[in-house]
């Protein structure tokens, strides 16, 4: 069974940092795109990053770029999503997907709250 | 990067069926057969229903279609049943690795 277990949300002040990570297994992780995609409260979904397979090739969406780093470790299953200058907008809960397109299997996110 | 545009809300009674419009352009829906589809129930993640604008996936329901027309792409439920109630989202391909969603829509099964 394909698990996707994300952890590291928590409350983080307005230019604060904070590092996501995801705990894939059940599935062969390093031959997978993964992506991140978050949903601010009672909002929509909005893809933020995506890493290839072997992680030479990263994507942005234009709002994170120059703020948020993904990364994976294909030995250890797991995927990243390091924060830095945290902003109100960035408030969402953020899911780890498998795939490239379509998303075929999500986490049940990690909740990032941005406030003083 | 402009959502993808969908009706914020669609109903229809059990046994029905329904559709989900989702409209973009010639540089995502349109220039592209990568829409997908995804259910997602209150406080739930979401779950994948259709890819590539028409396949469905092992497990999900005949009852679900997938269709698209130029820059906009649709999402068909048939015989609707009361589970089907739910928020659902079109994703397409825009290009240069990049991914853009719809706003979501409320089906309510009355």
């Known amino acids: 069974e394909v698990q996707l277990v994300e952890s590291g949300g928590g409350l983080v002040q307005p230019g604060g940092s904070l590092r996501l990570s995801c705990a894939a297994s059940?599935?062969?992780?390093?031959?997978?795109?993964m992506s991140w995609v978050r949903q601010a409260p009672g909002k929509g979904l909005e893809w933020v990053a995506n890493?290839?397979?072997?992680?030479?090739?990263?994507n942005y969406v234009d709002s994170v770029k120059g703020r948020f780093t993904i990364s994976r470790d294909n030995a250890k299953n797991s995927l990243d999503l390091q924060m830095n200058s945290l902003r109100a907008e960035d408030a969402a809960v953020y899911y780890c997907?498998?795939?490239?397109?379509?998303?075929?299997?999500w986490g049940q996110g990690a909740l990032v709250i941005v406030s003083s | 990067q402009s959502a993808l545009t969908q009706p914020a809300s669609v109903s229809g009674s059990p046994g029905q069926s329904i559709t989900i419009s989702c409209t973009g352009t010639s540089s995502d829906v349109g220039g592209y057969n990568l829409v997908s589809w995804y259910q997602q129930h209150p406080g739930k993640a979401p779950k994948l229903m259709i890819y590539e604008d028409i396949r469905r996936p092992s497990g999900i329901s005949n009852r679900f279609s997938g269709s698209k027309s130029y820059n906009t792409a649709s999402l068909t439920i048939s015989g609707l049943q009361a589970e089907d109630e739910s928020v659902y989202f079109c994703c397409s391909y825009a290009g240069r690795n990049t991914f853009m969603f719809g706003g979501g829509t409320k089906l309510t099964v009355l």
């Open positions: 890493i290839k397979e072997d992680g030479s090739e990263k």
């Open positions: 997907a498998s795939g490239w397109l379509p998303f075929d299997h």
């Open positions: 059940g599935f062969s992780f390093s031959r997978y795109w």
